[in-house]
C-alpha cells in the first residue's frame, strides 16, 4: 500500500517561512500530480499547491506570491516553501496524490502561525 508521510509542521510567528515535506514509499515520478492541500474551518480540503508528473505547478490563490512546490528526486519528496505565513495560514496541511484513479492522503500535519 502506496503511504505519503508528510512532515515539517509545527510552530512559526507571523512573518515567517515553513518548509514541509511529502515522503512518499513509491516513487514521486509514479504520480499523476501531488500535491498540498490544507483544511478549511468547514472542514473542506483546498488547494495550497500542486505539481505535475510533467512538472507543471498551479497555487491556491490564497498562497499566490508566498508558496512554491518542488520535487526532490534524491530524498524522493515533495516539498512546500511558505514564507510571509500568516495567522489564517493555521491549518492541518495534508499531502495528496493522484495514482491512477485513486486519491491518496497523508496524515496532515499542523502547522500553527502565531500573532
Known amino acids: 500500500q502506496v503511504q505519503l508521510v508528510e512532515s515539517g509542521g509545527g510552530l512559526v510567528q507571523a512573518g515567517g517561512s515553513l518548509r514541509l515535506s511529502c515522503a512518499a514509499s513509491?516513487?514521486?515520478?509514479?504520480?499523476?500530480?501531488m500535491g498540498w492541500y490544507r483544511q478549511t474551518p468547514t472542514n473542506e480540503r483546498e488547494l495550497v499547491a500542486r505539481?505535475?508528473?510533467?512538472?507543471?505547478?498551479d497555487y491556491g490563490d490564497s498562497v499566490k506570491g508566498r508558496a512554491t512546490i518542488s520535487r526532490n528526486r534524491a530524498k524522493n519528496t515533495v516539498d512546500l516553501q511558505m514564507s510571509s505565513l500568516q495567522p489564517d495560514d493555521s491549518r492541518i496541511y495534508y499531502c495528496?496524490?493522484?495514482?491512477?484513479?485513486?486519491?491518496?492522503w497523508g496524515q496532515g500535519t499542523q502547522v500553527t502561525v502565531s500573532p
Open positions: 495528496g496524490a493522484a495514482l491512477g484513479g485513486t486519491a491518496l
Open positions: 513509491t516513487s514521486i515520478f509514479s504520480f499523476k500530480a
Open positions: 505539481i505535475t508528473a510533467g512538472g507543471m505547478t
